[in-house]
């Protein structure tokens, strides 16, 4: 590993104590324009004592750009911004937007560079594979340079995430800024630099070779699911189960049944802060969700700062805190979007018994009210928002509506405490609720530990994992055992479930599934298997929960696009496949979404024949087949007693439709459609653009005493760049 030679020490000492001195002055400074004299007469001092500093060390990983940068090459006449991050970090996330806003100030050409120099803190982050699925998921479009040894932050002598470091044109470092929140800085450190080397003639206007990665993930109905919920926690079976997912990557939430039928799909793949119906809702990398209730649903908006509140009769969604903008209010107290917050991770529903006084002699009779626990991972607290006028602990009184933390000091520590307000956590992620002994266990995943608060006093223990030293947030690993012995990495998610006394947890950065025995408080891991007995590989999952029955774990397994159904009974594992069904002119808004055509082909339980004809058309008159390029078709059958004369092919031309005729076999009559398939994968042009296109349209089967022996269909499939309408002919 490189260590830095003394000159390169004694200059990044000066750099830090010059940059000290320079926020004093502009501090006491009386105004804007006496602010940019202070920087300008700054940056000639700096250019004057600046050398540069060394180089990149060969051989590392690049993202976003097709080959390496160097400090003496390609970036030779640009200001540089080195920013040293690691993705796990929510204060290295919340630079993200500000470098955003930067880097739409100032192009490549007009001479800034932006250069994530990511320097781990975790084992797992220093797998250039999980940096590359980190930046597809921030949606990171500067270059990225994974230092595995962290020989930049050596060189230079960084000391905490996030640093930015701004180097002039010949690699000469001009400024350091610490910490999150001091955009106006960065950008006036950025302007006043670019204007003095202009006026030299040393800055260059040359491209570099950018290539953004996040334009090369693979396609999914998902991307990036964050947290999933359910949305009933006992056994019901007079009810069927709804599940609440984040699709984070997306933008948006599904709530699907238990078979992965999307029931509703709320938001687009585009971020925003947007409220109204489903398709007007905008919503920006959400997170947490939680039901209410059988209509109600809560998400933690995470980058939009806000929760917000689903409302799946009138097909709404409302905000009920947050407004959009990062905030560090550590006490709240306000409602709506008067009550500004910081980056909600998770969210939790948790009834309690009013505590009016009035009930004093029968406290059975005192109305239950709902508390919305949320992990604001951004200052490390545990927040409430509280639906209804509620007394709560010590019989104090919260307005409807309000907002505001109940425990942790804001302090990133992994402190234990009888008070609530002298704990502290270190970037909660993941809530899950013991409704019987009135405890919120949460995933504390800075500090690498499993704790839980009681609903009952506020008071903060440890369950699992982490170090006793509550300053320690380096102690992690992948250990069973017990409490203080057991060691996970960056655990995301927990889910409590009853039937076992257990809390399942998604060991985030160990890529595995463990329980804790919440009695015993001895941590051990879950072997999954899928259906030819191979261990089950998980790819970063940072989502649970478990169905009423508690019999199955469903988990968002993030990195891998996908959403997994584990049997705790014989710990099988198989994926959910999500399935889109939309009514005629519907939109698909996602490539690889299937369309399920809500006719059902009945045919008489001694089987029979169905025919398929799919016709073709486009949705924008400058779309068009690509000449030359392969289209392909599948057709997939529910079983291989099913058949049909053809089972895949290429199409010419959309002129000519597709014609299938498919082979049912007996069968008994069945309360649900059997599924088919025809799967595609097309290869577009839209004037000097092309794109791959792939999409299903699902189709639905069932034996039925009123079914023909020969049933017919047509349908109208339109396809476009952005959108595919399918309905009927």
Not at 28 to 36: D, I, V
Not at 388 to 394: A, D, G, S
Not at 614 to 640: D, H, M, R
Request: hydrophobic share 35%.
């Amino acid at each position: 590993m490189s260590s830095s030679s003394p000159d390169s020490q004694d200059m990044l000492d000066v750099l830090a104590y010059n940059c000290s001195k320079l926020s004093q002055d502009l501090w006491e400074a009386s105004g804007a324009n006496e602010k940019r004299k202070i920087v300008a007469e700054y940056v000639k001092n700096a250019d004057r004592e600046g050398k540069s500093i060394k180089d990149f060390k060969e051989d590392l990983d690049w993202f976003n750009v097709t080959e390496p940068l160097s400090l003496d090459g390609s970036l030779r006449g640009k200001i540089v911004v080195l920013d040293f991050f690691t993705y796990c970090c929510i204060n290295c996330m919340h630079i993200l937007p500000d470098l955003k806003r930067l880097e739409h100030l100032y192009s490549v050409e007009d001479g800034l560079v932006v250069i994530g120099v990511h320097s781990a803190k975790f084992e797992n982050e220093k797998n250039s594979a999980n940096i590359l699925s980190a930046v597809q998921r921030y949606e990171i479009s500067h270059p990225v340079v994974n230092d595995n040894v962290s020989s930049m932050w050596r060189n230079l002598r960084v000391q905490c995430w996030p640093t930015l470091i701004i180097l002039g044109p010949r690699a000469n470092p001009l400024f350091v800024i610490m910490g999150e929140g001091q955009f106006e800085d960065l950008k006036l450190f950025v302007s006043s630099s670019l204007k003095y080397y202009r006026d030299k003639g040393a800055i260059q206007g040359h491209s570099l070779p950018i290539n953004q990665t996040n334009e090369l993930i693979e396609t999914s109905h998902l991307q990036f699911p964050g947290k999933i919920s359910c949305s009933y926690v006992g056994s019901d079976n007079s009810k069927s189960p709804m599940y609440a997912i984040s699709d984070s990557g997306n933008h948006r939430i599904l709530v699907i049944d238990s078979e992965g039928m999307v029931l509703h799909r709320i938001g687009g793949r585009k971020p925003g802060f947007v409220d109204g119906d489903f398709r007007k809702a905008r919503f920006n990398a959400p997170q947490g969700v939680a039901f209410q209730n059988d209509h109600v649903l809560y998400v933690a908006d995470n980058e939009n700062h806000a929760i917000r509140k689903i409302d799946l009769k009138t097909k709404q969604v409302t905000t009920v805190a947050g407004n959009g903008n990062q905030g560090s209010d550590r006490i709240g107290g306000k409602a709506g979007r008067d009550q500004i917050i910081s980056s909600p991770w998770d969210v939790a529903c948790y009834q309690t018994r009013d505590l009016d006084m009035s009930f004093h002699s029968d406290e059975s009779k005192a109305p239950l009210k709902d508390v919305l626990l949320i992990a604001m991972a951004g200052i490390h607290q545990i927040w409430a928002l509280f639906p209804e006028e509620t007394i709560w602990w010590k019989f104090k009184k919260y307005s409807a509506g309000s907002c505001l933390a109940i425990a942790g000091n804001g302090r990133e520590e992994n402190r234990n405490n009888s008070y609530p307000n002298n704990a502290a956590f270190a970037q909660p992620s993941g809530l899950a609720i013991n409704r019987e002994s009135k405890e919120l266990y949460l995933a504390d995943s800075e500090s690498s530990s499993i704790r839980k608060m009681s609903l009952s006093d506020g008071k903060v223990l440890a369950v699992a994992g982490g170090d006793r030293n509550p300053l320690d947030l380096f102690s992690f690993g992948d250990i069973d055992g017990k409490l203080y012995s057991a060691k996970f990495q960056h655990p995301l998610g927990v889910a409590y479930n009853s039937k076992d006394n257990c809390i399942y947890v998604t060991d985030t950065y160990n890529h595995k599934i463990k329980k804790i025995n919440a009695t015993t408080n001895v941590a051990t891991t879950c072997t999954f298997r899928d259906a030819e007995g191979n261990i089950r590989t998980f790819n970063e999952p940072a989502g649970c929960c478990i169905d009423p029955t508690g019999q199955y774990l469903f988990i968002a397994d993030t990195n891998n696009h996908e959403i997994l159904v584990g049997d705790l009974t014989d710990l099988t594992i198989r994926p959910l496949k999500i399935r889109f069904k939309a009514q005629d002119g519907d939109q698909i808004d996602n490539s690889g979404d299937i369309y399920v055509f809500e006719h059902t082909f009945k045919i008489t339980p001694d089987g029979g024949k169905v025919q398929v004809k799919l016709e073709f058309g486009y949705l924008e008159s400058n779309v068009k087949l690509t000449q030359g390029a392969p289209q392909k078709w599948s057709l997939s059958l529910p079983s291989e007693k099913w058949r049909c004369d053809t089972m895949q092919g290429s199409i010419s031309s959309l002129n000519d439709g597709l014609s299938l005729t498919i082979s049912v076999p007996k069968g008994s009559e069945q309360s649900k459609p059997i599924q088919g398939t025809v799967n595609f994968k097309l290869n577009l042009c839209a004037n000097d653009v092309c794109f791959p296109k792939d999409f299903s349209v699902g189709l639905n089967f069932a034996h039925d005493v009123t079914g023909t022996t020969i049933a017919k269909g047509c349908l109208m499939v339109q396809i476009g760049r952005k959108n595919v309408v399918v309905s009927k002919e």
